[in-house]
């Protein structure tokens, strides 16, 4: 998925959702990432302790880069 990012710089994706250890370093290194529009994700519906987790693993500069997928 990186590879295909720096690739295409990011076109022909809406989304991309690596897996947390993926994030802060193809991030730092790459800038292949945007950050979410967290007015748009209702956060307040994640359990305090996972969304606690993804904020540690995936803000960068005060950004979150990563979110939580729980499907149904």
Not at 5 to 32: M, W
């Amino acid at each position: 998925m990186i590879s295909k990012l720096r690739a295409t710089g990011g076109a022909g994706f809406d989304l991309a959702q690596p897996s947390q250890d993926r994030i802060l370093g193809a991030q730092q290194e790459f800038r292949i990432y945007k950050p979410l529009d967290t007015s748009k994700v209702r956060l307040d519906e994640f359990l305090p302790e996972l969304l606690d987790t993804i904020r540690k693993n995936a803000t960068i500069d005060g950004k979150l880069y990563g979110c939580l997928y729980l499907g149904h």
